[in-house]
């Protein structure tokens, strides 16, 4: 691996070595010795807010012997036009690695192919690949692994979160069942290329959760789309609250990758319900993204 562009990009193997290792990681955590980042500087180059993928990255960078150099689109002359492949070449000649969080994804790609230094997506409009593993680790965690198990994914249905939900189920074949309003379902084309029998797109939210052993949801507008109220008036009846789940498989897991909006894609009792699985979740964006470090380090 020489970066982390997309979980698309991964095999079936890629992702369970990043899993296994993402698990010792945080067995080990403040008793190894590995220094496998030492006197490396790591950009962090960030377009969007953050809180988790920020912190999880600096944490986890000088866990591992090197500095994180955070850079906000306001602090470099990128907020000023300068083009992602000169910030890539520049950047590229003086740090050890990048981590991305921006709109396009192209400009992730662009930033790896130009700067020739390990390069990693921390979330774009088409994939969030750091939550993923995240979130597959805590599915490990929690249920013994997915093999058999459902997974439901209920609110928008083309998110990065969905999308790279997508590229998980066709790369490790479990169930992926999405409910999403007409309006905001993956288009066939995307559909046609995953090719993946196995992910299901439903407008009904029962159905997507009937059976269900992992109930997944995110917010229903995601940053950059702040502002489009129409979108969000579609998603009347996609709240994941008691009601909705009483269908889902005993034992079920709730998942959100947070921020959570209260009220709109979850209600307060089941986000309180299952906060020990959803910090759970927040707290394992540290060990993946350890362990995905840990892969890119040269
Ligand atoms: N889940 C997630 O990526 O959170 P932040 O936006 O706070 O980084
Ligand atoms: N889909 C959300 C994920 C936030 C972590 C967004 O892009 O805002």
Redesign the pocket.
């Known amino acids: 691996m020489q970066h982390l562009l997309s979980i698309e990009e991964l095999s079936a193997a890629d992702i369970t070595a990043l899993l296994d290792s993402a698990a010792l990681l945080k067995a080990e955590r403040g008793g190894h010795a590995a220094q496998p980042l030492a006197g490396q500087t790591w950009a962090l180059i960030f377009t969007?807010?953050?809180?988790?993928?920020?912190?999880?990255f600096e944490v986890g960078i000088r866990e591992l012997g090197g500095f994180p150099m955070f850079l906000s689109k306001n602090d470099i002359q990128l907020g000023r036009g300068e083009p992602i492949k000169d910030t890539a070449r520049v950047l590229g000649r003086m740090v050890h690695g990048a981590i991305i969080?921006t709109f396009a994804q192209q400009d992730v790609a662009d930033f790896a192919g130009y700067s020739g230094i390990p390069t990693i997506n921390?979330?774009t409009d088409d994939e969030?690949p750091?939550?993923i593993l995240a979130d597959l680790l805590t599915v490990r965690e929690k249920l013994g692994g997915w093999e058999g198990k459902k997974i439901a994914f209920v609110g928008d249905g083309f998110s990065n979160m969905t999308r790279s939900w997508m590229w998980a189920a066709k790369r490790l074949g479990f169930e992926l069942a999405i409910a999403s309003p007409p309006a905001c379902q993956p288009p066939a084309d995307f559909l046609t290329t995953l090719d993946a029998p196995n992910v299901s797109v439903t407008a009904d939210p029962r159905v997507a959760v009937d059976g269900a052993h992992v109930i997944n949801t995110d917010v229903w507008l995601s940053?950059g789309q702040e502002d489009q109220k129409d979108k969000e008036l579609e998603f009347a009846g996609f709240e994941v609250n008691a009601g909705l789940l009483s269908s889902a498989a005993p034992g079920h897991i709730v998942l959100h990758?947070?921020?959570a909006y209260r009220g709109k894609e979850i209600s307060e009792e089941i986000l309180e319900l299952h906060a020990d699985t959803i910090f759970q979740e927040?707290e394992n964006?540290l060990h993946a993204q350890k362990a995905v470090l840990v892969a890119l380090a040269r």
């Open positions: 969007k807010s953050s809180t988790r993928t920020r912190v999880s969080r921390a979330l969030h750091c939550q940053m990758c947070l921020p927040a964006r």
